[in-house]
C-alpha cells in the first residue's frame, strides 16, 4: 500500500511563505485524490485542501483559498502545497491523506492513507 510522508515545514514569519511536499514509497500517487489537513493545538483536525488525480480539480478551505495552492506531479508521484500570506492562525501540523477514489472530499475517513505530518509555525 502507499505511503506519504510530508516536509517542508518550520518557522515563518507572518506575512512569508512556505511549500510543503508530500511524497509517495510504496506506490504511485497518481491514481490517487490527495488532500491536505491540519491540527492546531488543542484543536481538532480541519481540511484545508483536496486535489484530484490529474491535478485539474481543486478545493479549499474557506480560511485558505486565495493564499494557499495545492498542485501535484504525478511523474514524481509528489503532491505540494503552496502556502503565502501566512497567518498565526495557520500555526499546526499539517497532513497529507491519499483517498483511493474520486471525488474531493473533505472528511477525514474519506482518506485511507496518511502521513506523520509537519509542523508548521507562523510568528506574528
Known amino acids: 500500500q502507499v505511503q506519504v510522508v510530508e516536509s517542508g515545514g518550520g518557522l515563518v514569519q507572518a506575512g512569508g511563505s512556505l511549500r510543503l511536499s508530500c511524497a509517495a514509497s510504496?506506490?504511485?500517487?497518481?491514481?490517487?485524490?490527495m488532500g491536505w489537513f491540519r491540527q492546531a493545538p488543542g484543536e481538532e483536525r480541519e481540511f484545508v485542501a483536496a486535489?484530484?488525480?490529474?491535478?485539474?480539480?481543486?478545493y479549499y478551505a474557506d480560511s485558505v483559498k486565495g493564499r494557499f495552492t495545492i498542485s501535484r506531479e504525478n511523474a514524481k508521484d509528489t503532491v505540494y502545497l503552496q502556502m503565502n500570506s501566512l497567518k498565526s492562525e495557520d500555526t499546526a501540523v499539517y497532513y497529507c491523506?491519499?483517498?483511493?477514489?474520486?471525488?474531493?472530499?473533505?472528511?477525514?475517513?474519506?482518506?485511507?492513507?496518511w502521513g506523520q505530518g509537519t509542523q508548521v509555525t507562523v510568528s506574528s
Open positions: 491523506a491519499a483517498r483511493k477514489y474520486g471525488g474531493l472530499k473533505t472528511q477525514e475517513h474519506e482518506y485511507a492513507y
Open positions: 486535489i484530484n488525480w490529474s491535478g485539474g480539480t481543486t
Open positions: 510504496g506506490g504511485t500517487l497518481s491514481i490517487y485524490t
